[in-house]
């Protein structure tokens, strides 16, 4: 038997990468997947009543799969963002949320693991390749890679770096992207970062005086 709880947000990737590169897990509009309370002929033999005013509305149907205690589970996009909804057997209730079987199991994650099209890693990290970044750390065959998003006034961004310091020493090699995203100052230093004649040191020395003066 399945149970129904409310579907959590995820809040939005404000880096542009991350952005182009990455799913979101979060409900769609209210009205898009509003109860329509009477169906366009077009869509009369594709999609049930209650699936026709998303679509109408711009939702796309990935794919559908059957579900748990009889339901049909229907993958939507809109944008960039995915979500999974369920019909009922007679076609007339939408569901929408998180099913929980009799074991406790969150049955929507093994969903989306299995419907939900995956992000195009490979795309991505194309992307990254191509933005503006500060590299630190070893230069030549390092043995990882990592891309960080970082903002000037970020405290968490700068114990990051701390942290980072001794792997770099022993083949990590890390690539900043600066977002701007906590105040008025972040654009600034990011520029200020990015247009010196030695931006690597520069980025340095505005870690080493964080949070001074």
Same mark, same amino acid.
């Given at each position: 038997?399945?149970?129904? =709880? ?22 769609? /509009?209210?009205?898009? #997947? ?13 999609? *049930?009543? &209650? ?19 009889? #339901? ?20 007339? @209730? ?21 419907? &939900? ?13 191509? @933005?503006?970044?500060? !590299? ?31 792997? !770099? ?5 890390? =690539? ?11 654009? /600034? ?9 030695? *931006? ?14």
């Amino acid at each position: 038997m399945a149970t129904q =709880r409310e579907n959590p947000m995820l809040t939005r990737n404000r880096g542009h990468a991350a952005r182009q590169g990455h799913w979101r897990r979060t409900g769609l /509009p209210a009205l898009a #997947l509003a109860v329509a309370l009477s169906a366009s002929p077009s869509w009369a033999e594709t999609y *049930p009543t &209650v699936i026709q005013d998303a679509v109408a509305k711009g939702v796309k149907v990935v794919t559908t799969f059957p579900a748990a205690s009889g #339901l049909k589970g229907w993958v939507l996009q809109q944008d960039d963002t995915y979500s999974i909804v369920y019909t009922t057997s007679d076609n007339k @209730t939408l569901l929408a949320g998180t099913l929980i079987d009799e074991h406790g199991e969150d049955l929507t994650a093994q969903y989306e693991a299995q419907y &939900v099209p995956k992000p195009d890693v490979a795309s991505l990290y194309a992307q990254l390749a191509d @933005t503006g970044y500060i !590299q630190e750390g070893t230069a030549d065959n390092p043995a990882r890679t990592l891309y960080i998003f970082v903002d000037g006034n970020c405290p968490y961004c700068h114990y990051t770096w701390i942290a980072l310091q001794a792997y !770099q020493k022993v083949g990590l090699q890390v =690539r900043w992207i600066f977002v701007d995203t906590l105040g008025p100052t972040s654009m /600034p230093k990011a520029l200020q970062v990015l247009s010196a004649d030695d *931006p690597a040191a520069a980025f340095r020395n505005l870690e080493e005086n964080f949070g001074k003066p």
